[in-house]
């Protein structure tokens, strides 16, 4: 039986988990599970921190890639536990956070959980994984919502020292369609993302290493950057989960704060500080 009880969403700080759910009662329900952990990238863990995956109605709208063939596989240490498997963020061409030397990851290239909240009809999450890419980046923090049931928010501030191409990564079972200035999953959900400055979209067929001893069929990721380099960006994506051409809900830019309204809330994001107010 579906639970009735349980709270819809709850954060795990320990272990740096964040799940939401539109309704668990409802087998058609919306989730977001989001990852900054403080274990790192190290053994099993993988570098994914401020990761996110989204599921409606039993399927997947976006997913993690690769599988599990054996520990330590070619398919293993170059894709299933890299950053740019995830839906999280790279730069440069898909370079992501540490691994170490022997790419069996490393403890320190953890994240945090720094803020959770939730209500009626809402969840909120904000997670910094700065840690992750070991001096990289001085800034790497993003913030997940799911509102409504229908609408999942991502709002992401990354920051370095010197200019670079920073990317953000979503990865789809199957090929996403390109439709006006968004991309349509499984013909049901629309997803775009907004920033003060241009951005760039690439969606490709994943390339890895085969996998040894079982049957992958490689997804698509999607990628969204900066067109020119620079050392400061920030992004909304807004993902509709009822749409199948683009969403009537289109975020607005004044002087460094974006406003993303939906039917029943309204979110503003200050991007200089990453501050995130809800009503």
Same mark, same amino acid.
Request: charged content about 10%; aromatic content about 10%.
């Given at each position: ?26 087998? %058609? ?5 989001? %990852? ?48 740019? /498997? ?10 992501? $956070? ?12 953890? @994240? %945090? ?5 939730? @209500? ?18 001085? %800034? ?11 609408? /999942? ?46 951005? $760039? ?25 900066? /067109? ?52």
């Amino acid at each position: 039986a579906n639970p009735s009880a349980e709270p819809n969403a709850m954060s795990f700080p320990g272990i740096g988990w964040v799940a939401m759910h539109s309704s668990l009662a409802d087998a %058609k329900r919306a989730s977001l599970f989001f %990852k900054s952990s403080p274990m790192g990238s190290y053994n099993h863990n993988h570098a994914d921190q401020n990761a996110f995956v989204l599921h409606k109605a039993g399927q997947s709208i976006l997913t993690s890639s690769g599988v599990y063939d054996y520990y330590g596989s070619p398919h293993w240490l170059a894709w299933y536990k890299t950053t740019q /498997a995830h839906n999280a963020v790279t730069f440069d061409g898909g370079q992501g $956070q540490s691994l170490g030397v022997s790419g069996r990851g490393i403890s320190s290239a953890n @994240g %945090k959980i720094i803020r959770f909240e939730q @209500g009626a009809d809402w969840a909120l999450s904000t997670g910094d994984a700065t840690a992750a890419y070991l001096g990289i980046m001085s %800034k790497a923090l993003r913030t997940v919502s799911l509102l409504e049931g229908r609408y /999942a928010i991502v709002l992401d501030s990354l920051a370095s020292s010197s200019s670079h191409q920073f990317e953000l990564n979503f990865h789809t079972d199957s090929a996403p369609m390109p439709v006006g200035t968004s991309y349509v999953i499984r013909g049901t959900a629309c997803m775009r993302s907004y920033s003060n400055v241009a951005l $760039q979209v690439q969606t490709k067929a994943v390339v890895a290493p085969t996998p040894t001893g079982i049957t992958w069929t490689p997804n698509w990721v999607t990628r969204v950057s900066n /067109a020119a380099p620079t050392n400061d960006l920030s992004v909304v994506t807004v993902v509709d989960l009822a749409c199948s051409a683009e969403s009537a809900v289109k975020p607005t830019y004044s002087q460094g704060n974006w406003t993303i309204t939906t039917p029943k809330h309204s979110l503003n994001f200050a991007t200089a500080t990453h501050t995130v107010t809800f009503k």
